[in-house]
């Protein structure tokens, strides 16, 4: 069948509305994934660690602030999944649905150490939809118990000499099992661990009950010990150190030792679509500014600084990378 | 000291105050009575309508919670067999049969007023020791942990000295599940069949609850009619004999606090081994063992006693250190952190007002819950005459949706119903439980805290002889180990026959 | 039929242990030696304690002499109830557990508390109706209400 001359024109006419037709349907189709009725019910937040420590006390602070500051009245439940180190939380962080209603806090760079360890359990921190980080990075420091024999770092790099330093410490998953290794291996402290402890409270006790002869863990842990003088610390893991007398990361001459961070993001599992995405990382930083969570968080020393999705990633990227120079050593 | 003990009650004597413990002490009685909820429930609850209160009436709020949960748990254990809370399963032992005699106002009489008087020798035993609070918590380190759980074994498994063989086996086995899921130690995944829910290990309260609420219903399913068949012994049972049989036993009452006391304090060691170590030691020291687990009413008041006790005693690591007892303790720190009360050995300093106000209020919730369990006695005896037909299918389906309603996690429907079918057939095959869920609490301990103590010492034992506290607890191990020896030599060859039917 | 005097059914029980227990004590074999340095004695332990418990359901000198010292008030299984009962009631426990799973606690408790009022209880229609509605309208209010927890809604209808 032949076409008569004003056929084209009517065939690009049809192509027109055919392309039309069809853009408008691929529109609607994409808006009909999205929910615009989020949030329409509770909102689960993972929370890949036990009750009671720093980690879940700064969720279930912000959780109330974030319902203030989402779209639509609904409860942030926190959501304990301390099992396996972690692993199970954050692996049903990375598989639960792309729809909003679950949003998880992951430990970093205790995850990077999960994430090799347990490769089975199916996560993958580069594809997690990071949304915006939990406050500033943390610093480590060194201390031991205020009975110890052990006064200074170089008396502690002397008893290395003669024997292997014993260091409390996390499961050997945790971001303080990690920062353990990396913080003696960069001071050249001949370490060995004795791991078990279930929290950051339980090794520091440890350390004061004289079970290991030092301690290398957060500073917002260490402090409240060191004003209670129940111990004494003998460096700082900060470039620029806020502990009066003790050796900085500069001092040392390791500035290394100011890459060792504790650092805290929220997550969604992966393909969060964009506005779903872009709703949750606004109502976070509104939580996390909110004079109430911002008073709360400064009691345990953790300063609240809003940050985007793209920030959160490219702190992924930076520990990643990171971690990626330590890897051998840590998976011992 | 004494002045701020008395700011601690002047405090609390306030009209708001008042209101506010009495609201907590509803709460901690109603969630302690359905199994799988508890005091971590109850207090998650709260934590968000305290955010307007000042830190001393949240306090309040959450002491009249926690007095109460085991008042609370003592009332299904009795009449349904089915804890409360964890803690509760030791007062099944002798609870329920006392209520399926038809004694159910007896057994709750008893539990409310040793519940009573275990809370209030807790409190004074806890405010004795504040003092030196954070000297006791360090005492105890991996050698002494791994020991006391040593100890905790083997007082249950020579508790069970007439079926000794097979209270052993059903404590090894419990062993062995305590050590299903992630190991602290090396990191290692142990199995769990691939399964996720089990990275955690088998949760507790779930499987306490098909163990105990589960399996009776099983039971009584099988048998048919009620709990009790003795409509007239319920009828006349009153709430005074429970409370004269407290002072009768005072020797177990106090033995059940100091324990209760003790172990509380110690970190990370909860109060589930606080009342089953006491039941065993109770069982132990009696002149009539065989007669626990068959409706003793000793059986009741030993456990009660201790649980209230470790209530206060719990305080001590969790505000000293930061080192929660148990799931309870842990959402409890969380409302302390809320109101700007970080724990910690500055908190033992600072805030000492609100600390004693706290445990104040803890007390006068224990002691208000045990009265209006004396009160309710009669009328939740009754319970235990409703028609088997209706009681199971009803005991089942809150038994299963309060499993997944400790940590709204769907596995612990199955472990519930797969520890109910165990449970059973350790009460048809007559293999004692009592051992199997000590041994499924202290298990993992035990061997986190062995593994510990050889990195420690580099593998040298000797480290057990060079610490005091473990010799102590070595001499204690001894003495339980060689006792029945004395008791056997001293006897008749009679046979003795323990009463752990449970 | 009996071995050494006793029926086998009564052997039963120990040797379901000791198939577990075996079973255990292979599987702890493949992990590292510190992760399997409690474990496997425990296991290797068990099995000694179950090897005990069978010759003591023995009627031999050495299985009475076991039984005296270390089991003395163990008794046979209680109760003369038809094995079929015993199985009907873990079966209602089990298939509640498994429909529970599958459509959630808003049809699993009704359903199973109707179907166990008036099959197994021999229950009236009404009776069932009513108790099992009241039963579930209660944990409804306790559950949703009070506690605000979105109920298990079930595999089928998006539960995890």
Same mark, same amino acid.
């Given at each position: 069948?032949?076409?008569?001359?004003?056929?084209?024109?009517t065939?690009?006419?049809?192509?027109v509305?055919?392309?039309?037709?069809f853009l408008?349907v691929?529109?609607a189709?994409?808006?009909?994934?999205?929910d615009?009725?989020?949030?329409?019910k509770?909102?689960?937040?993972?929370?890949?660690?036990a009750?009671g420590?720093?980690?879940d006390n700064l969720?279930?602070?912000?959780?109330?602030?974030? *319902?203030?500051?989402?779209?639509r009245?609904?409860?942030?439940?926190?959501?304990?999944?301390?099992a396996?180190g972690?692993?199970?939380?954050?692996?049903?962080?990375?598989?639960?649905?792309?729809? =909003?209603y679950?949003?998880?806090?992951?430990d970093?760079?205790?995850s990077?150490?999960?994430?090799?360890?347990?490769g =089975?359990?199916?996560f993958?921190?580069?594809?997690i939809?990071?949304l915006?980080?939990?406050?500033?990075?943390?610093?480590?420091?060194l =201390?031991?118990g205020?009975?110890?024999?052990i006064?200074?770092?170089?008396?502690?790099?002397?008893?290395?000499k003669?024997?292997p330093?014993?260091f409390?410490?996390s499961?050997? *998953?945790g971001?303080?099992?990690?920062a353990?290794v990396?913080?003696?291996?960069?001071?050249?402290i001949r370490?060995?661990?004795?791991?078990?402890?279930k929290?950051?409270?339980?090794?520091?006790?440890?350390a004061?009950?004289?079970?290991?002869?030092?301690?290398?863990?957060?500073?917002?842990?260490?402090?409240?010990?060191?004003?209670?003088?129940?111990v004494?610390?003998?460096?700082?893991?900060?470039?620029?150190?806020?502990f009066?007398?003790v050796?900085?990361?500069?001092?040392?001459?390791?500035? *290394?030792?100011?890459?060792i961070?504790l650092?805290?993001l929220?997550?969604?599992?992966?393909a969060?679509?964009?506005?779903?995405?872009?709703?949750?990382?606004?109502?976070l930083?509104?939580?996390?500014?909110?004079?109430?969570?911002?008073?709360l968080?400064?009691?345990?020393?953790?300063?609240?600084?809003?940050?985007?999705?793209?920030?959160?990633?490219?702190?992924?990227?930076?520990?990643?990378?990171?971690?990626?120079k330590?890897?051998?050593s840590?998976?011992? | 000291m004494l002045?701020?003990?008395?700011s601690g009650?002047g405090?609390?004597?306030?009209?708001?105050?008042?209101?506010?413990?009495?609201?907590g002490?509803?709460?901690?009685?109603?969630?302690g009575a359905?199994?799988?909820?508890?005091?971590?429930?109850?207090?998650?609850?709260?934590?968000?309508?305290?955010?307007?209160l000042?830190?001393?009436?949240?306090?309040?709020l959450?002491?009249?919670?926690?007095?109460?949960?085991?008042?609370g748990?003592?009332i299904?254990?009795?009449l349904?067999?089915?804890?409360?809370?964890?803690?509760s399963?030791?007062?099944?032992?002798?609870?329920?049969p006392?209520?399926?005699?038809g004694?159910a106002?007896?057994?709750?009489?008893?539990?409310a007023?040793?519940?009573?008087?275990?809370?209030?020798?807790g409190?004074? @035993?806890?405010l004795?020791?504040?003092?030196?609070a954070k000297?006791?918590?360090?005492?105890?380190?991996p050698?002494?942990l791994f020991?006391?759980?040593?100890?905790?074994l083997?007082?249950?498994?020579t508790?069970?000295?007439?079926?000794m063989l097979?209270?052993l086996?059903?404590g090894?086995f419990g062993l062995?599940? @305590?050590?299903?899921?992630?190991?602290?130690?090396t990191?290692?995944?142990?199995?769990?069949?691939?399964?996720?829910?089990?990275?955690?290990?088998?949760?507790?309260v779930?499987?306490?609850?098909g163990l105990?609420a589960?399996a009776?219903?099983?039971?009584? @399913?099988?048998k048919?009619?009620?709990?009790?068949?003795?409509?007239?012994?319920?009828?006349i049972?009153?709430?005074?004999?429970g409370?004269?049989?407290t002072?009768r036993?005072?020797?177990?009452?106090v033995?059940?606090?100091?324990?209760g006391?003790?172990?509380?304090?110690?970190p990370g060691?909860?109060?589930?081994?606080a009342?089953?170590?006491s039941?065993?030691l109770t069982?132990?020291?009696s002149k009539?063992?065989?007669?626990?687990g068959?409706?003793n009413?000793?059986?009741?008041?030993?456990?009660?006693?201790?649980i209230?006790?470790k209530?206060?005693?719990c305080?001590?690591?969790?505000l000293?250190?930061?080192?929660?007892?148990?799931?309870?303790?842990a959402?409890?720190?969380g409302?302390?952190?809320?109101?700007?009360?970080q724990?910690?050995?500055?908190?033992?300093?600072d805030h000492q007002?609100e600390?004693y106000?706290?445990?104040?209020?803890?007390?006068?919730?224990c002691?208000?819950?045990s009265?209006?369990g004396l009160?309710?006695?009669?009328?939740?005896?009754?319970?235990?005459?409703?028609? @088997?037909?209706?009681?199971?299918?009803?005991?089942?389906?809150?038994?299963?949706v309060?499993a997944?309603a400790v940590?709204?996690?769907?596995?612990?429907v199955i472990?519930?119903?797969?520890f109910?079918?165990?449970?059973y057939?350790?009460?048809?095959?007559?293999y004692?439980?009592l051992?199997?869920v000590?041994?499924?609490?202290?298990?993992?301990a035990?061997?986190?805290?062995?593994?510990?103590?050889?990195?420690?010492s580099?593998?040298n034992?000797?480290?057990?002889?060079h610490?005091?506290?473990?010799l102590?607890?070595l001499?204690?191990?001894?003495?339980?180990l060689i006792?029945?020896?004395?008791?056997g030599l001293k006897r008749a060859?009679?046979?003795?026959?323990?009463?752990l039917g449970? | 039929?009996?071995?050494?005097?006793?029926p086998?059914?009564?052997?039963?029980?120990?040797?379901?242990?000791?198939?577990?227990?075996?079973?255990f004590l292979?599987?702890?074999?493949?992990?590292?030696?510190?992760?399997?340095?409690f474990?496997?004695?425990v296991?290797?332990v068990?099995l000694?304690?179950?090897?005990?418990?069978?010759?003591s359901r023995?009627?031999?000198?050495?299985?009475?002499?076991?039984r005296?010292?270390?089991?003395?008030?163990?008794?046979?299984?209680?109760?003369?109830?038809?094995?079929?009962?015993?199985f009907?009631?873990?079966l209602?426990?089990a $298939?509640?557990?498994?429909?529970?799973?599958?459509?959630?606690?808003? !049809?699993a408790?009704p359903?199973y508390?109707?179907?166990?009022l008036?099959?197994?209880?021999r229950?009236?229609?009404?009776?069932?109706?009513?108790?099992?509605? $009241?039963?579930?309208g209660?944990?409804w209010l306790l559950?949703?209400v009070?506690?605000?927890?979105e109920? !298990?809604?079930?595999?089928?209808?998006?539960?995890?």
């Amino acid at each position: 069948m032949s076409r008569a001359p004003g056929d084209s024109l009517t065939m690009m006419s049809d192509r027109v509305t055919r392309r039309s037709f069809f853009l408008a349907v691929g529109a609607a189709s994409s808006l009909l994934a999205v929910d615009f009725d989020y949030p329409g019910k509770n909102i689960d937040f993972i929370i890949p660690k036990a009750p009671g420590g720093g980690f879940d006390n700064l969720v279930r602070v912000i959780a109330p602030a974030l *319902e203030k500051y989402l779209p639509r009245k609904v409860n942030v439940v926190p959501d304990n999944i301390p099992a396996g180190g972690g692993g199970k939380g954050i692996g049903q962080l990375y598989r639960a649905r792309p729809d =909003g209603y679950t949003i998880g806090a992951v430990d970093i760079p205790g995850s990077f150490i999960l994430q090799e360890r347990q490769g =089975g359990a199916g996560f993958d921190l580069n594809k997690i939809t990071w949304l915006c980080s939990m406050g500033k990075p943390e610093y480590f420091c060194l =201390g031991v118990g205020a009975n110890s024999p052990i006064k200074t770092l170089d008396e502690l790099k002397a008893l290395a000499k003669t024997r292997p330093v014993k260091f409390t410490s996390s499961g050997p *998953e945790g971001t303080a099992y990690g920062a353990t290794v990396i913080g003696t291996r960069v001071l050249e402290i001949r370490a060995q661990l004795i791991t078990g402890y279930k929290g950051s409270s339980d090794f520091v006790v440890g350390a004061i009950r004289g079970d290991g002869d030092a301690v290398i863990a957060p500073v917002t842990s260490l402090r409240p010990m060191l004003q209670s003088k129940t111990v004494r610390v003998l460096a700082t893991f900060e470039p620029k150190g806020t502990f009066s007398g003790v050796p900085d990361a500069a001092a040392l001459g390791k500035p *290394e030792l100011g890459q060792i961070l504790l650092e805290r993001l929220v997550g969604a599992p992966p393909a969060l679509p964009a506005n779903i995405k872009a709703i949750l990382s606004a109502a976070l930083n509104k939580a996390m500014a909110d004079p109430q969570t911002v008073s709360l968080a400064k009691k345990f020393e953790v300063e609240m600084v809003p940050s985007s999705p793209e920030q959160a990633v490219a702190r992924i990227r930076e520990n990643a990378a990171f971690f990626a120079k330590w890897k051998s050593s840590l998976m011992v | 000291m004494l002045h701020l003990w008395l700011s601690g009650i002047g405090g609390l004597l306030q009209a708001r105050e008042l209101m506010f413990l009495a609201l907590g002490m509803a709460m901690g009685l109603f969630f302690g009575a359905i199994p799988g909820l508890g005091g971590a429930t109850a207090l998650a609850l709260l934590t968000p309508l305290t955010y307007g209160l000042d830190p001393f009436t949240a306090l309040a709020l959450a002491g009249g919670v926690m007095g109460a949960v085991p008042m609370g748990g003592s009332i299904t254990a009795i009449l349904l067999n089915a804890p409360g809370s964890a803690p509760s399963a030791a007062t099944c032992l002798d609870g329920h049969p006392l209520a399926q005699q038809g004694k159910a106002g007896l057994a709750l009489g008893a539990a409310a007023s040793a519940n009573a008087i275990g809370g209030i020798i807790g409190t004074i @035993s806890v405010l004795a020791i504040l003092p030196i609070a954070k000297e006791l918590v360090l005492l105890f380190g991996p050698p002494e942990l791994f020991l006391l759980a040593v100890l905790g074994l083997i007082v249950v498994a020579t508790a069970s000295r007439g079926k000794m063989l097979r209270g052993l086996i059903a404590g090894v086995f419990g062993l062995m599940i @305590s050590f299903i899921g992630y190991n602290d130690i090396t990191g290692a995944l142990r199995f769990t069949a691939g399964i996720a829910y089990l990275w955690d290990g088998v949760h507790l309260v779930p499987a306490l609850i098909g163990l105990f609420a589960v399996a009776e219903m099983i039971n009584l @399913s099988v048998k048919g009619g009620s709990i009790t068949k003795d409509a007239k012994a319920v009828a006349i049972t009153s709430m005074t004999s429970g409370l004269l049989e407290t002072f009768r036993h005072w020797r177990t009452v106090v033995r059940g606090s100091l324990i209760g006391t003790v172990v509380g304090a110690i970190p990370g060691v909860g109060g589930t081994v606080a009342s089953f170590l006491s039941y065993s030691l109770t069982v132990q020291a009696s002149k009539d063992p065989e007669s626990f687990g068959k409706g003793n009413i000793e059986g009741v008041i030993a456990p009660e006693a201790a649980i209230n006790a470790k209530d206060c005693s719990c305080l001590i690591p969790t505000l000293a250190f930061g080192i929660p007892g148990g799931v309870e303790m842990a959402v409890f720190m969380g409302l302390l952190v809320l109101h700007g009360l970080q724990p910690g050995p500055l908190m033992l300093i600072d805030h000492q007002l609100e600390i004693y106000g706290l445990i104040w209020a803890l007390t006068g919730s224990c002691v208000l819950a045990s009265f209006l369990g004396l009160f309710l006695a009669r009328p939740l005896s009754k319970l235990t005459l409703i028609d @088997s037909e209706i009681l199971v299918p009803t005991v089942m389906a809150v038994a299963l949706v309060g499993a997944w309603a400790v940590d709204r996690n769907i596995g612990n429907v199955i472990v519930t119903a797969i520890f109910g079918i165990l449970g059973y057939l350790m009460i048809r095959f007559d293999y004692p439980r009592l051992t199997m869920v000590v041994a499924l609490v202290l298990g993992a301990a035990a061997e986190r805290n062995f593994h510990q103590t050889t990195m420690m010492s580099d593998g040298n034992l000797s480290i057990y002889l060079h610490r005091n506290v473990c010799l102590v607890l070595l001499i204690g191990i001894a003495a339980l180990l060689i006792a029945p020896l004395f008791r056997g030599l001293k006897r008749a060859p009679a046979v003795v026959t323990a009463g752990l039917g449970k | 039929m009996k071995i050494l005097g006793t029926p086998v059914l009564d052997y039963l029980p120990a040797l379901g242990l000791a198939l577990l227990t075996a079973a255990f004590l292979a599987t702890s074999y493949s992990y590292s030696a510190q992760a399997r340095a409690f474990p496997a004695p425990v296991a290797w332990v068990t099995l000694a304690l179950i090897a005990l418990d069978l010759i003591s359901r023995t009627q031999t000198a050495v299985g009475d002499a076991i039984r005296r010292h270390l089991n003395p008030g163990a008794h046979a299984p209680e109760g003369s109830h038809p094995l079929g009962k015993h199985f009907a009631a873990a079966l209602w426990l089990a $298939v509640f557990a498994v429909v529970l799973v599958l459509i959630g606690v808003l !049809y699993a408790v009704p359903l199973y508390m109707f179907a166990s009022l008036r099959f197994q209880g021999r229950r009236s229609w009404f009776t069932s109706l009513w108790v099992s509605a $009241v039963a579930t309208g209660a944990l409804w209010l306790l559950f949703a209400v009070v506690l605000r927890l979105e109920l !298990y809604p079930g595999y089928f209808f998006g539960g995890a």
